[in-house]
């Protein structure tokens, strides 16, 4: 989910003002949510298995004076409710899962957590896109504006939601009944940490946020033989390579080349050893786009082009599944511009830089905003890297890690202080008098 737009962010000038609540979320940074931050990150735990975690979230929303907590939404989902008088209702969502990735920052509170996913595969873990950030500011801001109830008056559901990596928490615990058993919201809100932006900078979208993703498996069948006479069977792996190179055809030549698409490949097995032609190989690929057409026009010519190179090799059908989906995050224009004002006025207008979208990153907040619910929403993204660390990359110093990469890191402080402090501005500003 990186938002690299180095020009505009190490131009920008130091945030020159901030509201009041910040300094008492910096102070609780410092007093237990810095401390809460490394907990969470030293245990990360997989989509759907984030047991620990949740109990964790729930015990510290418990704690917030007047918040109502169910847990087990959607499986291992969180929900807080807290009412401060008439007023409309806003969901505040955070993410809590890891990545199957094996740290290797070197940082004090690294993860060394290893754990067994809902894939039956067992791998090292670590919070390797921010999520703990994102939770530890959940926890910042319901702790802060519980402290400000003289300021506002309404409804706050606070979301703690599983498997955003699986890009299917926020389905479950909606079809768990999110918008019938809880208030439905009339805003839903949300943050991301991105590690290519300096801390302290905010920024989102007026319209499109992230594009949708579709993770596709494909099982190409084959026929089994000695690797010594492969004319005697059908070879899944050279037909599967024949395959990925097909595939990006398709965006080559087939997507319109004004309209944004994307297909990566991100996973090929197949075989056992060096002289056995196996009878299938299996290739997981990840669609992207901005648009509904263009999605439509990838997914199918994904299946077109794998049955078609199957037959031209005289090979068994292959099996082509979609398997995890969100559609595209479109931000309400109207409530992303009212919000982006009030960070400006809080925050002062160097703190909020202008959005670019660099690269096709998916969320599925999509479907709190932009499916049949129609809750208007806006997601923004948090800085999380120190502006020295941006000025050595550029430089041709050390590159700042990515996300999904085990050398991912972030100023966890500046991260959630900033994020707690922008989201608590948002909820003045859609639910406050002044």
Known sequence: MRNLILATILLATPVRSEPDYAAAIRADYDASLGALFEHFHRNPELSFKEVNTAARMAEELRAVPGMVITENVGGTGVVGVLKNGPGKTILLRADMDGLPVEEKTGLPYASTARQVGVDGVESPVMHACGHDTHITGLI?????????????SGTLVFVVQPAEERLGGAKAMIADGLYTRFPKPDYALGWHVVAGIRTGLLTGSDGVQYSSADSVDIRVNGVATHGAAPHTGKDPVYIASQMVQAFQGIIGRERPPLEAGLITVGAFHG????????DHADLQVTVRSNGQKTRDLLIAAIERTAMGIAAANGAPPPVVKVTESTPVTVNDHALAQRIKSA????????????????????????????????VPGFFWSVGGTPPADLEAEKAGGPPVADHHSGLFKIDGKAAVVTGATSMTAAVLELLGSR
């Open 140 to 152: 910042a801001t319901a702790r802060r504006i519980a402290a400000l109830k003289d300021r506002w």
């Open 271 to 278: 075989g056992t050893k060096h002289n056995i032609i196996a």
């Open 343 to 374: 960070f400006v006025r809080e925050l002062g207008a160097a703190a909020v830089t202008p959005w670019e979208q660099v690269m096709m990153g998916a969320e599925d907040f999509a479907f709190y905003v932009n499916t049949e619910h129609k």
